[in-house]
């Protein structure tokens, strides 16, 4: 059910997104590892669609994620609209 990412692979994203490998706090790290998770817990779903407690973890995640593209929004709406166009995830504010 879970979706374990190695260290490397966080440390990938985190510097991909949030600037620097280290930077774990970042908005924009954050709402990439959550929409990384969301995507690989969406496949598992595919496969294990009576996985109840998938479903609710993938749900909460998605509903974080939500919290943080709206913060980021409201903090710096340039910087969202080019890490929503760079995750490929649709715009939920304009």
């Given at each position: ?28 790290g954050q709402i990439a590892l959550f929409t990384f998770r969301i995507k690989e817990?969406?496949?598992h779903l595919k496969g294990h669609h009576k996985d109840h407690a998938c479903r ?39």
């Amino acid at each position: 059910m879970a979706v374990y990412l190695s260290n490397e692979k966080k440390a990938e994203i985190f510097a991909e997104f949030g600037g620097s490998a280290t930077n774990t706090g970042s908005t924009e790290g954050q709402i990439a590892l959550f929409t990384f998770r969301i995507k690989e817990l969406s496949e598992h779903l595919k496969g294990h669609h009576k996985d109840h407690a998938c479903r609710k973890a993938l749900l909460t995640m998605v509903g974080r994620r939500k919290q943080m593209l709206t913060y980021l929004s409201k903090k710096d709406l340039e910087g969202y609209r080019a890490l929503i166009e760079k995750l490929g995830i649709r715009n939920i504010r304009k």
